[in-house]
Nanobody, 119 residues
């Protein structure tokens, strides 16, 4: 599978962006889809997760970010509102992918998309 993340850019504080992650290629199914981010000099952190049993968010983005999914298109989205300078980071998509009916899930990372929040 290839995970293509897009939608990053430069936005002013208080603004919004919508990230998209599309899974393409040959695979059997996708379990959870997740967004992580990593700022310079910091560890990669979980931003949001969407799975069959619901969604989960990092404390710093709760109430501002919303993760959603279009299973028919094998896409996940991250709507980011009220962006703050601390949200500046490279955002990565992670999917748990099965390549066969009886296979285990494999973690697959996409390339990052840069989000910069600055006036």
């Amino acid at each position: 599978v290839q995970l293509q993340a897009s939608g990053g850019g430069l936005v002013q504080p208080g603004g919004s962006l919508r990230l998209s992650c599309e899974a393409t290629g040959m695979f059997f199914s996708i379990g959870s889809m997740n967004w992580y981010r990593q700022a310079p000099g910091k560890q990669r952190e979980l931003v949001a997760t969407i799975a069959d049993d619901g969604t989960n968010y990092g404390d710093s983005v709760k109430g501002r970010f919303t993760i959603s999914r279009d299973n028919a298109k094998d896409r996940a989205y991250l709507q980011m509102n009220n962006l703050k300078p601390d949200d500046t980071a490279t955002y990565y998509c992670l999917a748990y992918v099965r390549y066969g009916a009886g296979s285990h899930y494999t973690r697959e990372w996409g390339q990052g998309t840069q989000v910069t929040v600055s006036s």
